[in-house]
């Protein structure tokens, strides 16, 4: 595990990353209030990430994702939306529904960039705390109360 993965792990406390989560959703929220449904994901990406960082967040945006497979270790065509304060994988869509595989891909990020939390934010919505998806994993499950 990446020396940096180790110290997010042992620095954030389960509460503080569900929190991180709360404050995220919040701005996404922001965001499509003003912009509603409709768009490219694109631009509430874009937006997004303005909000978060006006906010004194972290923001990587379209961040590779790299593969370790065994002794095999490459950068992939794989890209996450955003990835906030090192610890958030947010996954923005905007389509008519969220889909099971969705998830996986999320998941998925979240497994390969060892994060404990993601977001999957679906903006071609009227109410998006309805559509929306956190989920976690097993490196939430080894974090502090």
Request: glycine share 4%.
């Amino acid at each position: 595990m990446p020396l940096m993965v180790k110290t997010i792990l042992r620095s954030m406390t389960k509460k503080e990353v569900t929190q991180l989560a709360y404050e995220i959703t919040g701005f996404a929220i922001k965001v499509h209030k003003a912009l509603g449904p409709g768009l490219l994901e694109s631009i509430y990406e874009k937006c997004l990430k303005y909000e978060l960082e006006q906010n004194g967040y972290d923001v990587k945006q379209q961040l590779v994702v790299k593969i370790d497979y065994y002794d095999l270790e490459f950068e992939s065509d794989l890209r996450i939306d955003l990835l906030v304060n090192d610890c958030v994988v947010v996954e923005l869509k905007a389509i008519e529904n969220l889909l099971p595989i969705h998830e996986a891909q999320l998941l998925t990020y979240m497994k390969l960039l060892q994060r404990p939390q993601g977001l999957l934010i679906n903006f071609n919505t009227t109410n998006i705390t309805k559509s929306m998806k956190p989920l976690v994993n097993d490196h939430f499950a080894r974090l502090i109360d």
